[in-house]
């Protein structure tokens, strides 16, 4: 069965990087796109961008361009999310979610919460 | 910020039936699929209803999309107390080069 897992919470300081990973199993990992979605505490949910882990071809939401970083391993089936210069704006829950075809979600991670605080 | 709009709230007894929109525009809702996620916050997402009007296997069929124009609606039908939570719609927005979520809708169930 397809299954994201992802790594464990992380609690941060401002000015420091995070990266998070999600492995894949159940499925072509180079075949469907991967996605990043937050969701800080108390609002909706924002998407990130994604990584075409065939090609590596990323693409970032404009407010986290220059900030994020998305990468995978093929060999291992993992998509890595980096993000740097967190501040307390940063701290939510993590998801990666794999695209079915036509940016319909359908497996998702089981979350990642990062907390920044100093 | 989403420019797909949800009404904030929406609620019903249980048997009820509850509909949920999203406005959005000829970019996003206007030039491609519309979905629509259920999400308790702290859990993961699910997909509801995918490419404006599909359900995925196990979604019960009390749970139904539609789109027109710039607009779409989620419908719940026999309202149960599990259906108490968040929901999401969802588009790619070629202006934008973006994926926007709409504001989201807390479902309660009286």
């Known amino acids: 069965q397809v299954q994201l897992v992802q790594s464990g919470a992380e609690v941060k300081k401002p000015g420091a990087s995070l990266k998070v990973s999600c492995q894949a199993s159940?499925?072509?990992?180079?075949?469907?796109?991967l996605h990043w979605v937050r969701q800080a505490p108390g609002q909706g949910l924002e998407w990130m961008g994604y990584i075409n882990p065939n090609r590596g071809i990323t693409k970032y939401a404009q407010k986290f361009q220059g900030r994020v970083t998305m990468t995978r391993d093929t060999s291992i089936s993992t998509a890595y999310m980096e993000v740097s210069s967190l501040t307390s704006d940063d701290t939510a829950i993590y998801y990666c979610?794999?695209?079915?075809?036509?940016?319909?979600?359908?497996?998702w991670g089981q979350g990642t919460l990062v907390t920044v605080s100093s | 910020q989403s420019v797909l709009t949800q009404p904030p709230s929406a609620s019903g007894t249980p048997g009820q039936r509850v509909t949920i929109s999203c406005s959005g525009g000829?970019?996003?809702?206007?030039?491609?699929?519309l979905h629509w996620y259920q999400h308790l916050p702290g859990t993961a997402p699910k997909l509801l209803i995918y490419?404006?009007?599909r359900r995925p296997s196990g979604v019960p069929d009390r749970f139904s999309g539609s789109k027109s124009g710039t607009s779409a609606s989620l419908a719940i039908s026999g309202l149960r107390s599990d259906d108490e939570t968040y929901y999401y719609c969802?588009?790619?927005?070629?202006?934008?080069?973006?994926?926007?979520f709409g504001t989201g809708t807390k479902v309660t169930v009286l």
């Open positions: 490419r404006n009007d």
């Open positions: 969802a588009a790619w927005d070629d202006s934008l080069s973006a994926y926007l």
């Open positions: 979610a794999r695209d079915l075809r036509y940016y319909d979600f359908d497996y």
């Open positions: 000829r970019s996003n809702i206007g030039s491609n699929s």
């Open positions: 159940g499925y072509n990992f180079t075949g469907y796109y």
